[in-house]
């Protein structure tokens, strides 16, 4: 499938919005036409011309060629097709995605799948903070779609989700899982502290956790059919992203008591 | 095996391997079918469960739902990488299937031990998997929406018994494909029938499901009694031939029926022409003499499957 190619011309110098970047929103724009599409910027009024050399056709994907820690909202209400950055990416990568995947070769900072909806995120590096959390005023987090983090993620991980799911091959940090709703977190490298804090239904599973509440109780060991669903799940969409399918029985924590606690830890080995 | 065909355009009858094949059809009728994937900690327990499924599930009149065992399937292809099998829920339309699932999945997949129940039927129409059977979790159940699906957990004594939300249903469906079978030996005609409906069942997307997939009672619509919408066709009942006007050969003392119903009217079809290949291939050994097909003259249903274009 044919690539839009937008490459890097030199690190910015300044914070950018590239959320009108998307396939949707540059459909049936010609090269010329979205070298003067403006992005929002934090000082300095740009265009797209300004900061990538574009080039290639849209054919339902956009890669950029470069990426930085400045390029905010990337991917932002992707409603299909697929976006690559060669790079890192800045804060809300992915917010209210719809549809359609976002990958990026390198990390991705705070906010990334703010309140995303659906589609696949995968992040070959790390995450910042507050992955799959609303801003301030919203109701929700995350609300469908999947997320594959290579790398660590950062605290208050999945606040308010209600549904999809996010996924660390390595440790997600502490606080993750604050008053969430639903929806399955699996951090392979185990969680922070405390995570679950007002959790109200919703799964974490993973082999450890540095400190735990005291709102949690132990249910026991169980051969859950709705862990082997998730692991088959997982192998068929995201293949090599996938974690690796668990050994035995997990130990199974219900929590947070200190609301309805119908949500679940599963430490598995 | 080599076989024999021969054509008597006289009295358009076709003969294979001495057994005739009559120049009629079977009439059948447009259904609705689910299709449910129960699975359980191992094969025996996951054909147990869908074998309680599907019991008292012969006829739509009286049963209310027409069931059966499609296939059994492997655990790579389940969704929950368990041993499984696949059961089909025919009624008249989706309306009248889903009660029929509601009860089906509460009293005989939800308690069998070890049990899963998850959509068997890929279909842009969906009906209600789940409605009343995770209610029995007075209010411990929890969803988990996995992908596009959603799928309930309710705790029981084993463990959670887990049924996803919906189940495809199609209005494709077709019911009561049938092959009848005469001959001159009780013992060799139930082997023959029983080596046809083993072949149909190797045919993926029909059930045949009556007792072992094989009817000894064919009716007919109608009775001298007031209230009973069917009765024994009298025409099909060796021990009446010298009593009442008979469809019978002289020699015939026993005559046998599969029932066949599909998700699809090609389905029907295959499923048809894999029984008669499998009474042809035996031939007229074991004491079959013929192959019939029951139908009600051509007006009642849409769907006609000709023998002689199954041959």
């Known amino acids: 499938m044919a690539e839009l190619i937008l490459r890097l011309k030199a690190t910015p110098d300044q914070r ?3 959320k009108s970047l998307t396939p949707s929103r540059l459909a049936g724009l010609t090269v010329p036409e979205i070298e003067r599409l403006p992005i929002a910027t934090t000082r300095t009024q740009v265009t797209v011309g300004d900061v990538f050399t574009v080039s290639g056709a849209l054919g339902g994907g956009i890669r950029f060629d470069g990426g930085s820690d400045r390029f905010d909202f ?61 801003r301030r005023g919203e109701r929700f987090g995350m609300t469908g779609g999947t997320v594959a983090v290579q790398g660590s993620i950062g605290e208050r991980t999945g606040d308010r989700m209600r549904r999809g799911t996010i996924i660390t091959h390595e440790t997600c940090g502490a606080f993750a899982a604050s008053r969430m709703m639903g929806g399955t977190i699996w951090a392979v490298g185990g969680f922070g502290d405390y995570p679950g804090a007002l959790m109200r239904r919703g799964t974490l599973i993973a082999p450890h956790v540095t400190k735990m509440l005291s709102t949690f109780n132990d249910c026991g060991v169980h051969d859950l059919v709705v862990l082997q669903l998730m692991e088959k799940h997982f192998k068929d969409t995201l293949g090599s992203l996938a974690p690796a399918p668990t050994s035995g029985p997990p130990k199974k924590l219900s929590g947070d008591t200190a609301t309805v606690g119908k949500g679940e830890l599963l430490l598995i080995s | 095996m080599a076989s024999d065909t021969v054509s008597d355009p006289k009295n358009e009858t076709t003969e294979i391997n001495g057994v005739r094949i009559d120049d009629t059809f079977a009439e059948a009728f447009g259904m609705s079918a689910a299709g449910v994937i129960i699975t359980a900690d191992n094969a025996k327990w996951a054909r147990q469960a869908a074998i309680t499924m599907t019991g008292f599930g012969t006829s739509v009149i009286g049963c209310g739902a027409e069931c059966g065992i499609d296939y059994e399937i492997a655990p790579k292809d389940t969704p929950d990488g ?16 889903t009660p029929q699932l509601k009860n089906r999945v509460g009293q005989c997949v939800l308690t069998s031990p070890g049990s899963a129940c998850f959509n068997g039927l890929e279909s842009d129409t969906k009906i209600k998997l789940s409605a009343g059977v995770r209610y029995f979790g007075d209010g411990w159940q929890t969803s988990k929406k996995i992908g596009n699906k959603r799928f309930w957990r309710v705790p029981v004594m084993d463990g959670e018994f887990v049924i996803e939300d919906e189940v495809g249903i199609t209005t494709e469906g077709v019911g009561g494909g049938n092959l009848i079978i005469h001959g001159t030996d009780r013992v060799g005609l139930l082997e023959v029938t029983e080596a046809a409906v083993a072949a149909i069942g190797d045919m993926p997307d029909v059930i045949t499901p009556f007792p072992g997939g094989i009817v000894r009672s064919g009716s007919k619509v109608g009775s001298k009694y007031k209230g009973v919408v069917a009765s024994t066709n009298n025409a099909y009942c060796p021990t009446l031939r010298g009593t009442t006007e008979t469809a019978l050969d002289d020699t015939t003392v026993v005559v046998l029926e599969i029932v066949i119903d599909g998700l699809t009217s090609k389905a029907v079809a295959d499923a048809m022409r894999a029984g008669l290949k499998a009474v042809t291939d035996q031939g007229a050994a074991k004491g079959v003499t013929r192959v019939s097909a029951g139908n009600y003259g051509g007006n009642l249903g849409q769907f006609h499957y000709h023998l002689k274009d199954l041959i």
């Open chain 2, 82 to 97: 368990r041993p499984g099998v696949r059961v089909l829920v025919f009624g008249f339309a989706p309306d009248s299937v």
């Open chain 1, 74 to 134: 990337i991917g932002a209400e992707l409603a299909g097709g697929t976006i690559h950055v060669d790079g890192d990416v800045g804060a809300y990568a992915g917010r209210r995605m719809l549809a359609g995947a976002l990958s990026v070769s390198g990390n991705a900072g705070a906010h990334l799948a703010s309140a995303m909806d659906g589609g696949v995120i995968t992040i070959a590096g790390t995450a910042g903070d507050c992955l799959g959390a609303p």
């Open chain 1, 16 to 18: 950018l919005d590239l």
